[in-house]
């Protein structure tokens, strides 16, 4: 299925106060099969929910039975979580899952996975909230794709995950891409279409091509085929023509491309067997489209006192009025960029020019008539829990002194291959030589990720972006003291940790986004 988006349909956020190994990517058969979701959904590990000022009468903070509530969920590279807020940006419900893990023959079936937690954040939705969200979107991890059956929706093999590189489609790629075109990286989703299309020998009429957001909102409203163009980014879609571009159309595997429409557009009401299985969803509910997780956190991490700013390059986010803020493009705004610590590193910044290098790992997603420039590394918060637990994370950390230099020279990576600011696959993990002393370690490894982060900023001020001035961090990262002051001593830079640094936050404002 094919199609575009109209100017008519762009982006308009109103923001309120309050892994396999790299290599040739081989077609890999899924049995389909059908599962006991009821009892899946009790199975679900590691439940976290947490009702915020509610009471069951829906009476506390002033929360009338008139009031509409917008449901937000994000589907990260280790975990799910919901957010419930209304049109004032006040959060009424929260929780969080961990991905079960279901084997498939000798991997992790992660469809399944993620189908399983879909379903139990919905059934921790507070039941006497339920009635009360107006609709309903969900953002999920960049490039992470399946390919499915047109006519059930089920996939056909393993999802290629975020972070899979599939070097064996990446010349024919960049042989029909323009040079350096986002697409020209092996993690992109055109060369795991690619290579999925040239390794599968099964009959390809009935099949087509989603990314893990839109799946997971596929099993909500019911639609297939069905993407927004913050996701539909590394098939190839450009966001600035809203259309696919010629030379990918004139491509034997366009038939599998999704129809692409702006994130926070309504698809349509919520399934009603959904609504039986969950009860107390109402008839009118609806479901939007998504985005990713890291514009999803971009969209969460918004300034809240004034005269600040959320990104930057010539035109800014600001909050000259504190009581509703919203896109301002004509105040005069400090500088900053946002940046994702969770279990990868993100970074995005505003700006009024489009930038694109797939040398780099560097490309721009659209938000409304503007452009979140930046990228994704494959360090972060995921090779600190390969070492550390959460317990040795806070108390090492007590006993880094931040001002210190660490002598330490590591690239953190979980596995091999790199993404930002450098796009390489085949680069190899550096976390030795490892001191005895266990503090010593972590600060190397802070301190590294850190190095990564400001090469990152100097690597887009010379791409063309504008001189940052301060940093907001969201993601799990931003709650170590440590490692912010650390941050601020490698970048000279002022780093704080953004009110809301949940994607589940930013996804629940594009619902919102959806009711207006």
């Known amino acids: 299925m094919l199609g575009s988006i109209n100017h008519s349909s762009t982006l308009s956020i109103l923001l309120y106060p309050l892994s396999p190994k790299p290599g040739c990517c081989s077609s890999r058969k899924l049995n389909v099969r059908t599962h006991p979701w009821e009892k899946s959904v009790e199975k679900s590990v590691k439940l976290r929910t947490m009702v915020v000022g509610c009471k069951i009468e829906n009476q506390e903070m002033g929360l009338q039975a008139s009031e509409r509530l917008y449901l937000g969920m994000d589907f990260g590279t280790s975990g799910a979580r919901y957010a419930l807020i209304d049109k004032q940006g006040t959060i009424h419900a929260e929780g969080k899952r961990e991905y079960p893990n279901y084997m498939k023959e000798d991997s992790l079936d992660w469809a399944l996975s993620w189908k399983t937690t879909l379903f139990s954040l919905l059934e921790d939705v507070p039941v006497h909230l339920r009635p009360l969200v107006a609709s309903i979107s969900l953002d999920g991890t960049s490039a992470t794709t399946l390919i499915i059956d047109s006519k059930t929706g089920e996939p056909l093999a393993r999802p290629y995950l975020y972070n899979e590189s599939c070097p064996d489609a990446l010349p024919l790629v960049k042989s029909i891409a323009p040079v350096n075109h ?46 927004d163009y913050n996701n539909a980014l590394k098939v190839g879609y450009d966001p600035e023509a809203d259309s696919y571009p010629d030379w990918l159309l004139s491509q034997p595997y366009a038939q599998l491309l999704p129809m692409v429409k702006a994130p926070g557009t309504s698809i349509g009401h919520l399934k009603g067997d959904i609504r039986t299985q969950f009860a107390g969803f109402s008839e009118d509910c609806i479901v939007c489209t998504g985005t990713t997780d890291s514009i999803a956190a971009f969209l969460a991490a918004r300034a809240t006192k004034p005269g600040k700013a959320a990104v930057s390059y010539g035109v800014h986010y600001c909050q000259s009025n504190y009581r509703q803020a919203s896109f301002c493009y004509n105040s005069v705004c400090k500088i900053i960029r946002v940046t994702s610590l969770g279990s990868t590193l993100a970074i995005k910044l505003l700006s009024t020019t489009r930038i694109e290098d797939a040398r780099y790992g560097v490309y721009s997603h659209r938000l409304d008539d503007k452009w979140l420039v930046g990228g994704a590394s494959n360090t972060g918060g995921a090779v600190l829990k390969e070492n550390f637990s959460d317990e040795q994370l806070e108390k090492l950390s007590e006993h880094i002194n931040p001002m210190e230099a660490s002598p330490l020279d590591y690239y953190p990576l979980k596995s091999v291959g790199e993404r930002f600011p450098v796009a390489n696959p085949k680069m190899e993990p550096r976390l030795h030589p490892r001191p005895e002393s266990d503090v010593e370690y972590l600060h190397g490894i802070l301190e590294s990720i850190a190095r990564i982060e400001a090469k990152a900023y100097v690597l887009l001020k010379d791409l063309g972006a504008t001189q940052v001035n301060e940093v907001f961090t969201a993601g799990g990262g931003a709650k170590n003291d440590k490692w912010t002051k650390i941050r601020e001593r490698v970048l000279g830079l002022p780093v704080s940790r953004a009110t809301q640094t949940e994607a589940a936050y930013g996804a629940a404002l594009l619902a919102l986004k959806g009711c207006q």
Do not use: F
């Open 182 to 227: 986002t697409v020209c990286s092996g993690s992109s989703t055109l060369c795991k279409l690619v290579s999925w299309w040239n390794n599968d020998d099964s009959d390809k009429k009935s099949t087509m091509l989603l990314h893990q957001a839109d799946w997971l909102l596929w099993l909500l409203h019911g639609q297939l085929g069905v993407s």
